[in-house]
């Protein structure tokens, strides 16, 4: 089993910046995928984006340009460096890992951002 801890969330204001982490552990050698999801209040989980163990990304339309994932293979840890953020960018942040035909997911980290 793979287990994820995420870090990094907090309050910023419209335009401004954060970095998440996602620290893996566990069957880490089993993983395809990982990426990053939210949930708006009131609203269901969507992709942000998600980065293969062959370093290729894919990102929601609505964070292309502005939001980065990245991944130190070393250490089992994604990033998900967002800027210029938004209001609308306001959610719980879930890290996810694709292994073997599963999935395992954070515990989520919480981004608010005040216009």
């Known amino acids: 089993q793979v287990q994820l801890g995420e870090s990094g969330g907090g309050l910023v204001q419209a335009g401004g910046s954060l970095r998440l982490s996602c620290a893996a552990s566990g069957s880490t050698f089993n993983i395809d995928r990982m990426g990053w999801y939210r949930q708006p209040s009131g609203k269901q989980r969507e992709l942000v984006a998600t980065?293969?163990?062959?370093?290729?990304?894919n990102y929601a339309d609505s964070v292309k340009g502005r939001f980065t994932i990245s991944r130190d293979s070393t250490k089992n840890t994604v990033f998900l460096q967002m800027n210029s953020l938004k209001p609308e960018d306001t959610a719980v942040y879930y890290c996810?890992?694709?292994?073997?035909?599963?999935?395992?997911w954070g515990k989520g980290t919480l981004v608010t951002v005040s216009s």
């Open positions: 980065i293969t163990s062959g370093g290729s990304t």
């Open positions: 996810n890992a694709y292994y073997t035909g599963f999935n395992s």
